[in-house]
């Protein structure tokens, strides 16, 4: 029988009620003729206590522990989703991590799946087991310690065992009912979209377009998985969501598929800085090493062998720069008179693979924010997308002038 | 280095705070010079919150499942006391029962250890771990499924790892500070015993003293487990508690150890039941698959070939004695005028293997409930107990004059 792989995310299994309803969701998918894999997550708010309660306990946490610890939530979900399949007479039963074996990387809390073995399961289905439920966002290393594959891993298992198990699609239940243009709560004329590429969805996601798991995407393009992000709460249809998939499946291409941003992006500028080879490495070798999160990186040409140098990080990292940037003064490795920081910027980006062959898009997005009397303050641009940083407070001004110049209300 | 298992229930690791007063106590014992293992119980209220979610998902549950859902208190427990003692500097690490592995039965929510394997936890010590922290009260049966061995089922594994690693002790600490002559809410003078034999501590503990899991105490008793009850919350000390151990190191035997009670025993009769051989069979059959705890027997000679049988069960069990009875007589296979409960009665028993080789125990016992003006309904005895049901209002004074004319309070 056809696979198919289903995964319930936090809030969509935080009842006991919820977790029926979302039972009576695989249920319809098994009267259809699959043979379902259900991915859960925790009951929302249970992950959390747990990582609490490291925290609390050990702050600097031996990883190990902390994957032992915080991996239970999921186990006592996928129990109570086979037993409730079961009370509605499908045949079923749960799979911890360590049972399938879900095979990983020792990187605790961060490990990567590494192979998933699909005997145990395959010989249970060929017994006349519907429903096989796996506990998500866990492994099993190689010492046989249990592992972890970070926030929103459940969505990396989902696509793993899709791929594994030859799955026709993999269907991700959230809160939300697809992938939309911008986010709703910014332009109320963001739309739904049927269709994304993998390329796309893995900008959007990394932008901050908190959907999936940015790795579970990558994951999907590696192994051509088709993925579909659909709400858990409303209507069941096949053509329900959006399909993630390969570009090839998506008839036309718009230039431009969405509007992202992220709010709490710094920009950082290091005025004057001696220009020589290997300045670049002396400045972000310590930044990486203290945890900051470089996105954008812009070098200026100046005169004089001197040059500003200015990139983007996260606001709550600003402080780490500084300290990274002034010891690595200190210590001579590099020389610049100042360290600007500017907290109040936002990033914009408009992301699509139409890009690629339709040329014009980066002017009319700067002609936009000009119009309405944006400044843009740092530019960078990829293949299939162009972000900048401007003012916080023009933000969601830029979004709903972005979205309505390239006619992303229209289907 | 001698090796001493430690087990802590859940009001001991019921926060963060009480898991780090009992890892104090833990590592007090590794700077003795112990290897220590420490077993733990979910974090009180954790488990019966879990029973509760299984119990509304599926009222007739897969125990496969349950078991699945409900052990995961105990790995939360087991993750957070490895973390909190490598705090403290003492290298420590969890195990999951199926990581040990702990091999038991199939009989879920019901099994029984068979094997505890001591290569992999040996191996760790012998590299510089001081402290294995297990995860009680689950297992791992032959077709790779988690078990649990029942309500304090951590008591029990507790015992099993100390015989498997052959430990110098096995301490249980609880919330009581050991085992008492009787209750000490009932008898303000109940003095708390240093020693008691295991054969006593069974009979106390079956007997509603609920100190300690009777399967544990059996377990102790077969592989000789020095067995250690005493307060997580109290002194620490090597004399601490009460310790559970073969008679022989117990140097002089008081005739009664201690006065247990039940509370709600009824009294059942069967008045003139035909006396035939099979009949006790006939009686006992249904009652039992009815699953109704039949304590204590008692046969009356009558006349004519006929019989009054009473029998005694614990009250809530009552309607279900009263069901199975009248539907065996409907059914032919018994026959008897009238079946009188009377649910006003207790259960009072003196215990103390002093009584084998010290006559007249039984007759102070009965001269002291005379003087007392308390009537005995039924007696039992065994080799080292005499038990008698009275009136259930009677039965605060009962123990208070037992323990007076057994001059229990005195050491």
Chains 1, 2 share one sequence.
Request: proline fraction near 3%; aromatic fraction near 6%; glycine fraction near 8%.
């Amino acid at each position: 029988m056809p696979v198919l792989v289903m995964k319930f995310g936090g809030t969509s299994v935080a009842t006991l009620d919820r977790i029926r309803r979302v039972a009576k969701r695989v249920g319809v998918e098994v009267a259809k003729g699959y043979d379902v894999i259900v991915i859960v997550s925790a009951m929302s708010g249970e992950t959390n206590k747990l990582v609490g309660f490291v925290n609390e306990t050990s702050p600097l946490f031996d990883a190990r522990e902390y994957d032992a610890v915080v991996s239970s939530g999921e186990n006592v979900t996928a129990g109570l989703m086979a037993l409730t399949l079961q009370e509605m007479d499908v045949p079923a039963r749960s799979w911890q991590g360590w049972q399938v074996p879900v095979r990983t990387t020792s990187a605790h809390s961060a490990a990567r799946i590494e192979e998933i073995p699909t005997d145990n399961i395959n010989a249970k289905f060929a017994e006349g087991m519907r429903v096989a439920v796996v506990a998500g966002f866990q492994g099993l290393s190689h010492e046989g310690r249990i592992t972890t594959l970070g926030r929103g891993g459940s969505d990396t298992t989902a696509v793993a065992f899709a791929a594994a198990f030859g799955a026709e699609r993999c269907d991700i239940y959230t809160d939300v009912d697809g992938v939309y243009t911008t986010d709703p709560r910014v332009s109320p004329k963001a739309r739904k979209l049927d269709k994304i590429a993998f390329e796309e969805m893995l900008e959007l996601a990394s932008l901050g377009a908190k959907v999936l798991q940015t790795r579970s995407v990558e994951l999907a393009m590696r192994y051509n998985v088709k993925l579909r992000v659909l709400s858990s709460f409303g209507e069941q249809s096949d053509d329900a969501g959006t399909l993630v998939c390969d570009e090839e499946e998506i008839m036309e291409n718009c230039p431009v598929s969405g509007i992202a941003f992220s709010r709490d992006e710094a920009k950082m500028t290091l005025v004057s800085v001696a220009d020589r080879p290997g300045i670049a490495a002396a400045i972000f070798g310590p930044l990486s090493e203290a945890g900051v999160n470089v996105d954008m990186i812009i070098q200026n040409i100046a005169e004089e062998g001197r040059t500003d140098m200015t990139f983007s990080c996260p606001t709550d990292q600003v402080m780490r720069a500084e300290k990274a940037l002034s010891e690595a003064k200190t210590r001579g490795e590099i020389n610049f008179n100042e360290l600007i920081a500017d907290k109040d910027t936002a990033k914009i980006s408009a992301v699509g693979i139409g890009m690629r062959s339709q040329s014009g898009v980066a002017a009319k997005m700067f002609k936009t924010l000009s119009n309405e009397g944006i400044n843009i303050k740092v530019i960078a641009t990829s293949e299939i997308k162009i972000s900048v940083l401007i003012d916080r407070k023009y933000m969601e001004l830029a979004v709903q002038a972005l979205h309505d110049a390239f006619e992303l209300e229209k289907a």
